[in-house]
């Protein structure tokens, strides 16, 4: 092999690990960053997809599980893409609420798991929710929600309706749904940068993890 052949080769070599590190990078960027104007009052309908009542999956123990409709983060391969869109569903009604709280009543359920869709683009809805669950059963029932938003994002936001829902939770699955780091063993969530996150003990400087 010449020496130019050799120059041409290398080459190559670099111009391969640099798609790669290209796809790498793009599988990790499967989500959009969320932006300042994403808020409930712009984007939600205040509607609900599903109802599921009595689910193992959503988090720990037996919970009650509303899927709020509605999601811009728009995740590649995300598990519900169906309920991305704002209209999908039905409106979230008394009648539904109440139903929600007779179930969660049981002495067997454990909780009320938020989730979509994005719960923080439906704050209207979920705030009043878990007021109601508050109000009713005080700390005896706890409320799980997952996020494509980051804790960090959360906390640090200037949207006073998603600090408000932050703080009537006790536990905040969070980040996006990204495909490269999909791993099938995981409890409660679909990729490894996802957290599960203990909010009445953790800070901005200090996250604690309610399970790893």
């Known amino acids: 092999m010449s020496r130019e052949e050799k120059f041409k080769t290398i080459i190559n070599?670099?111009?391969?690990?640099?798609?790669?590190?290209?796809?790498?990078?793009?599988?990790?960027?499967?989500?959009?960053s969320p932006k300042e104007d994403w808020t409930s009052k712009?984007?939600?309908?205040?509607?609900?997809?599903?109802y599921k009542?009595?689910?193992?999956?959503?988090?720990?123990g037996v919970r009650c599980s509303i899927y709020l409709?509605?999601?811009?983060?728009?995740?590649?391969?995300?598990?519900?893409?169906?309920?991305?869109?704002?209209?999908?569903?039905?409106y979230y009604t008394d009648e539904v609420e109440d139903?929600?709280?007779?179930?969660?009543?049981?002495?067997y359920v454990q909780g009320l798991t938020i989730l979509g869709g994005e719960p923080?683009?439906?704050?209207?809805?979920?705030?009043?929710?878990?007021?109601?669950?508050?109000?009713?059963?005080?700390?005896?029932?706890?409320?799980?929600?997952?996020?494509?938003?980051t804790y960090e994002q959360l906390i640090k936001s200037s949207d006073k309706?998603?600090?408000?829902?932050?703080?009537?939770?006790?536990?905040?699955?969070?980040?996006?749904?990204i495909l490269a780091l999909r791993d099938l063993s995981l409890k409660f969530r679909g990729s490894s940068n996802q957290r599960i996150i203990s909010l009445k003990k953790s800070t901005i400087e200090n996250i604690v993890l309610y399970l790893d």
């Open 161 to 177: 309706d998603k600090i408000k829902l932050l703080s009537l939770c006790d536990i905040l699955v969070d980040g996006p749904f």
């Open 53 to 60: 009542p009595f689910q193992f999956v959503d988090g720990e």
């Open 120 to 149: 923080f683009l439906n704050t209207t809805v979920a705030i009043k929710l878990c007021e109601r669950v508050r109000k009713e059963f005080g700390d005896t029932k706890d409320i799980w929600v997952y996020s494509g938003y």
């Open 69 to 90: 409709s509605g999601c811009l983060f728009s995740c590649k391969e995300c598990f519900n893409a169906s309920i991305q869109n704002f209209n999908a569903g039905s």
């Open 13 to 32: 070599n670099i111009d391969c690990n640099q798609n790669l590190i290209n796809i790498n990078e793009s599988n990790l960027k499967s989500y959009k």
């Open 99 to 107: 139903k929600i709280i007779t179930d969660l009543s049981r002495s």
């Open 42 to 50: 712009k984007y939600s309908k205040n509607k609900f997809a599903s």
